[in-house]
């Protein structure tokens, strides 16, 4: 038999969180100002699902601080589904899995701040959790307490098992509950898109998906054998929504779902995906086996000139430029009244770059922003290769190889 030794923050710990009881209904909206910048962190579900445990989650931070992650911006460990046991005690208390959490949430919660890092749990608006465990309905604010208790930093709410359930209304409760329990955590609406949270979310939570699950892959629908739904590629989540950038911004972010970065994809496939998250703004919440991490995958997720463009405090959201013959062009404003701007090869064969700055206009009718290269020259930072590749006085050639990217900072000259 394992030995388990829990030799970290051995404390005793209860709740009181005996029953639901009788809240006095209050109006609260969310913490503000938790997520001026899109969340940075680790989610154990694209890997892990829920095979999770805390000796997987201590080795994680432990990595997270000793790679640079965690120096890079990297801040949260989030467990995604399965952390708790399939029944709530007798008092209608969630319980975590004492063959997983021998140790405890508590501890582990204090082992991770001793980290200087942040922690986050998972549940779901529904029943129960996309997984079969104990759902939120019915014990919002019974569990909002229990969060608390914990000292967690992040929650994340599914919409599995929610049928006939109105969604601005169970993110509102569980907002409601959340505040009501009077620790600050940021609150992150994963509800798929389905019910437009971008047009109510804002007052809710800090950040809400804009689509179903991701898949490792560049361009494809994966169909799940058991159930009618389907994950996608990163291009596909990023084409799926129109005209919601709009909604996006500082701690309400557009939430384009966790990366694959380290999973599967080609090198060039992993750069792209992690610059198309940067430009868009979205958290970037990494989801490989730091265990198992290469030295690629951590350069392409601890690149900081292309995490400094995701954490611009302008909170922009960038946006497709143009597009033709498989190259797509897509342009970020920064704070600094400066720009970003992606070529990104979605086809098959190697594609030739040749961008005539004085010849373009960028405008940015959301935001009313515009730079006319005719009449304002920039110096050209390439962000990958982190050097100075000219200015905009002169065209832009280069070959670009298949699903790769290449990224420009435009300094104002």
């Not at 051995?10 to 109006?27: C, D, E, P, R, Y």
């Not at 942040?118 to 759902?135: D, E, I, V």
């Not at 084409?239 to 911004?249: A, L, V």
Request: proline share 3%; with cysteine; net charge neutral.
């Amino acid at each position: 038999m394992k030995k388990i030794i829990c030799s970290f923050f051995m404390v005793a710990f209860s709740l009181s969180t005996s029953s639901q009881g009788n809240v006095i209904a209050q109006k609260s909206t969310k913490y503000n100002d938790l997520a001026l910048t899109p969340p940075m962190g680790w989610n154990s579900w694209n890997t892990f699902e829920t095979n999770i445990d805390e000796n997987l989650v201590k080795e994680t931070a432990d990595i997270m601080v000793a790679s640079g992650m965690a120096a890079a911006g990297y801040t949260y460990i989030v467990l995604d589904d399965g952390w708790m046991a399939k029944e709530r005690d007798a008092k209608g208390n969630l319980v975590p899995d004492p063959i997983k959490f021998p140790c405890g949430m508590k501890s582990l919660v204090e082992y991770i701040h001793a980290k200087g890092l942040k922690f986050g749990l998972y549940n779901c608006a529904g029943t129960h959790t996309c997984a079969g465990y104990p759902g939120t309905r019915g014990y919002e604010y019974q569990d909002a307490r229990f969060y608390a208790e914990l000292n967690i930093d992040f929650f994340k709410y599914d919409w599995c098992n929610t049928e006939g359930i109105n969604a601005k209304e169970a993110y509102t409760t569980m907002s409601n509950a959340l505040k009501t329990a009077g620790k600050p955590i940021v609150f992150s609406l994963c509800e798929w898109g389905d019910n437009q949270p971008w047009d109510w979310g804002k007052p809710v939570g800090n950040l809400w998906r804009i689509s179903g699950d991701i898949y490792p892959c560049f361009d494809c629908e994966f169909k799940h054998e058991q159930g009618n739904w389907s994950s996608w590629g990163f291009m596909k989540i990023i084409e799926m929504r129109k005209n919601i950038r709009k909604f996006s911004g500082p701690d309400h972010w557009n939430d384009f779902d966790m990366l694959e970065v380290g999973n599967g994809m080609t090198n060039n496939e992993d750069k792209a995906h992690f610059t198309m998250w940067s430009m868009m703004s979205s958290p970037l919440i990494a989801g490989n086996d730091f265990r198992k991490m290469s030295k690629e995958t951590l350069a392409i997720l601890s690149n900081k000139e292309l995490i400094a463009v995701n954490q611009d405090k302008l909170g922009i959201q960038g946006f497709k430029y143009s597009a033709k013959d498989g190259l797509g062009i897509w342009v970020k404003p920064l704070s600094d009244g400066n720009w970003v701007i992606t070529f990104l090869n979605r086809s098959d064969i190697t594609k030739k770059i040749y961008f005539d700055w004085i010849k373009e206009v960028i405008r940015d009718v959301d935001f009313n922003l515009e730079t006319n290269f005719s009449t304002t020259n920039y110096k050209i930072i390439d962000l990958w290769q982190n050097k100075e590749v000219g200015n905009t006085k002169k065209i832009f050639i280069s070959d670009l190889s298949s699903h790769d990217v290449i990224t420009l900072k435009l300094n104002k000259i």
